[in-house]
């Protein structure tokens, strides 16, 4: 049998190199998302992380002074469940057991780490064909979710980053490679008061200077899509990119109930907004920023 040998490195970025924000860190999509009903009701989100290191403080509402001590997969497992609370999370050490999908409901897995170490073609194959989310991935048997990583790099040219299991998961049906934007950008809108109306302009958003890239590679390009991670949750990292697109998935899976894990991927990939990013090119942000209120939009998705 063969022996991976390769070191977990968490997508999360030092507390250190991080200056703390006071802003909402959550897109409006979700809480309009919320109003129609869509809080991921029906689905399961599969946190494969780490639960048995040492707890990081974090505080993921600061206008409620909400500070909680929570080890990596708790923080990654809470960002999913405070963006679709009503879909089911079922936490799993990264390295222990097999993942259990469930029959009957759209099954979400959030890997917020890399596997950093040797991509040789047996490494790669065994990772692939054996590694729990690759073969579930390639099988388009659930949406699956990975932080694209922190090092400020581009995928297609240094090989994932050495990240095996992002090359593992490479032209995978049912793969999104997570991307960070510094914020969510905000639409333009009008306000009317009385006769007059007036214009309020919207805000671009730009890639967080950490977050990995697609790069010039095409199966990473129509792969990749970049959320906002604010920072006022006092830690940061493609790590807390993940978990919202994860939570994205299930809230789309609440609503197209009949849906295949593939068909939500495309959805969410498809949908993604270019115009929301300043400078937009797709070997640096992939798809776009997500967009949940466009991938809800639909009667039906196929």
């Known amino acids: 049998m063969m022996k ?15 200056a703390q924000v006071s ?20 689905t399961t989100v599969h946190v494969h992380d780490q639960f048995n290191g040492a707890p990081t403080s974090v505080d993921l509402n600061p206008s409620l002074a909400l500070n909680q001590y929570a080890t990596h997969g708790g923080m990654v497992s809470e960002v999913v469940r405070r963006t679709a609370p009503l879909a089911n999370i079922e936490r799993r050490q990264w390295i222990d057991g097999n993942i259990s999908l469930q029959a009957g409901r759209l099954n979400v897995i959030n890997a917020s780490y890399a596997l950093i170490g040797s991509t040789n073609a047996g490494v790669v194959g065994f990772v692939r064909n054996q590694m729990q989310l690759a073969p579930l991935a390639h099988a388009g048997a659930a949406v699956v979710v990975k932080a694209a990583g922190n090092s400020a790099t581009s995928l297609s040219s240094v090989g994932g980053t050495g990240d095996v299991l992002n090359i593992a998961l490479k032209g995978a049906k049912s793969v999104i490679f997570a991307g960070a934007l510094q914020s969510h950008s905000t639409q333009a809108s009008s306000i009317r008061l009385g006769p007059w109306s ?16 697609p790069g010039s590679d095409p199966e990473y390009q129509s792969k990749f899509l970049m959320v906002g991670v604010p920072s006022n949750m006092t830690v940061a990292g493609t790590s807390f990119a993940a978990p919202q697109i994860s939570a994205y998935a299930a809230m789309v899976g609440s609503k197209f109930t009949q849906a295949t894990p593939e068909q939500v991927t495309n959805q969410l990939l498809n949908t993604a907004r270019q115009d929301t990013i300043r400078g937009y090119n797709r070997a640096e942000h992939g798809m776009g920023e997500a967009s949940l209120s466009r991938a809800l939009a639909p009667v039906a998705i196929r």
């Open 23 to 42: 802003y909402v860190w959550q897109h409006t999509d979700v809480m309009n998302a919320w109003r129609s009903g869509f809080k991921g009701q029906g």
């Open 4 to 18: 991976l040998r390769t070191v977990l490195v968490l997508a999360l970025l030092p507390l250190s190199s991080m």
């Open 198 to 213: 007036f214009s309020v302009g919207g805000t671009v958003a730009s890639r967080a200077w950490y977050s990995n890239t």
